[in-house]
Nanobody
Framework: QLQASGGGLVQAGGSLRLSCAAS????????TAWFRQGLGKEREFVAY???????DYADSVKGRFTISRERAKNTAYLQMDSLRPEDTALYFC?????????????????WGQGTLVTVSS
């Protein structure tokens, strides 16, 4: 089970850190990821932290967002800096990528509930 938290309302240019706490089993050997879904839009890839240590980011967040994990706490994070109004969305964490393309939502076996991020201009 994954539990996402940390969303909120922030002004443009501000920062938020999202957390994704896993329970029930260790997720340390899984790829973890963040996706987001804006109102009326499809769920889109934000970032993943591959179990091998590689990370990947959507072009729209590269240089502003940082994905990480703390294995001892079985928790993944998404540090979001220089936030923009277009970052407003419901953010979801996911784990256990199956297959090679870890940018696809359908590749993930575990999902947390969304946490809402609203960026005001």
């Amino acid at each position: 089970q994954l539990q996402a938290s940390g969303g909120g309302l922030v002004q443009a240019g501000g920062s938020l850190r999202l957390s994704c706490a896993a329970s029930g089993r260790s997720f340390s050997s899984y790829t973890t990821a963040w996706f987001r879904q804006g109102l009326g839009k499809e769920r889109e890839f934000v970032a993943y932290d591959h179990w091998s240590g590689d990370t990947d980011y959507a072009d729209s967040v590269k240089g502003r967002f940082t994905i990480s994990r703390e294995r001892a706490k079985n928790t993944a994070y998404l540090q979001m800096d220089s936030l923009r109004p277009e970052d407003t969305a419901l953010y979801f964490c996911a784990a256990q990528c199956i297959g090679r393309d870890c940018r696809r939502p359908n590749a993930y076996g575990y999902w947390g509930q969304g946490t809402l991020v609203t960026v005001s201009s």
